[in-house]
């Protein structure tokens, strides 16, 4: 079963930087597509950052220029760094990845447990 572990969410001031990251577990054959979801109290869910196949980036145009989404496929870990925090950046962060499961090839889709990031002097 694929699971994901997110980490690297805290309090911070704005103008400050901070580094998400989302492990990645279990057996896979090929992963598709990897994102980085925020959802803020009373908004909807919405994609921050993500990478498709082949490697191409995508970004909600309020993060461009300050967040940079990765993967490191030796850790295979997604992270999200986040500088020049703005007070609008405060949500809960959650990462999705999708791709075939190791065993059966079954397509999946599984979400982090959601890491908040909140941005205050």
């Known amino acids: 079963q694929v699971q994901l572990v997110e980490s690297g969410g805290g309090l911070v001031q704005p103008g400050g930087s901070l580094r998400l990251s989302c492990e990645v577990s279990?057996?896979?054959?090929?992963?598709?597509?990897m994102g980085w979801y925020r959802q803020a109290p009373g908004k909807q869910r919405e994609l921050v950052a993500g990478i498709v196949n082949g490697g191409s980036t995508v970004y909600v145009e309020t993060v461009k220029g300050r967040f940079t989404v990765s993967f490191d496929n030796r850790q295979n870990t997604v992270y999200l760094q986040m500088n020049s925090l703005k007070p609008d950046d405060t949500a809960l962060y959650y990462c999705k990845v999708d791709g075939l499961e190791g065993g059966t090839n079954r397509h999946f889709e599984v979400w982090g447990q959601g890491t908040l990031v909140t941005v205050s002097s």
């Open positions: 279990g057996s896979i054959v090929s992963i598709s597509g």
